[in-house]
Nanobody
Framework: QVQLVESGGGLVQPGGSLRLSCAASGSFFRLNAMGWYRQAPGKERELVATILSGSFSGSLSNYADSVKGRFTISGDNARNTVYLQMNNLKPEDTAVYYC??????????WGKGTLVTVSS
């Protein structure tokens, strides 16, 4: 089992920044990939960014077109933690952000989500 704890959400004005964190704990051999998804009110959950755990330097990361150039995903292998730095936030970024990890056993695990609200 893998437990995920997300933090860093909140209320921010348009143009502002937030940094989300997701720490994984529990019984697992290795995490193969970590990522962030979001779900806005009335919409389906969508991918924001993913990163392969073997390349937390960022060379193997993937972003939704809507966040490219504004969001950066990174990670810390020693802490089994993934981060999402969000800059130049827009009202349309308002959503519940979920952390997802893919463990070496092939199982996927989700966090409970953290709310990001972008509003003036």
């Amino acid at each position: 089992q893998v437990q995920l704890v997300e933090s860093g959400g909140g209320l921010v004005q348009p143009g502002g920044s937030l940094r989300l964190s997701c720490a994984a704990s529990g019984s697992f051999f290795r995490l193969n990939a970590m990522g962030w998804y979001r779900q806005a009110p009335g919409k389906e959950r969508e991918l924001v960014a993913t990163i392969l755990s073997g390349s937390f330097s960022g060379s193997l990361s993937n972003y939704a077109d809507s966040v490219k150039g504004r969001f950066t995903i990174s990670g810390d292998n020693a802490r089994n933690t993934v981060y999402l730095q969000m800059n130049n936030l827009k009202p349309e970024d308002t959503a519940v952000y979920y952390c997802k990890v893919l463990a070496a056993n092939g199982m996927a695990y989700w966090g409970k989500g953290t709310l990001v609200t972008v509003s003036s």
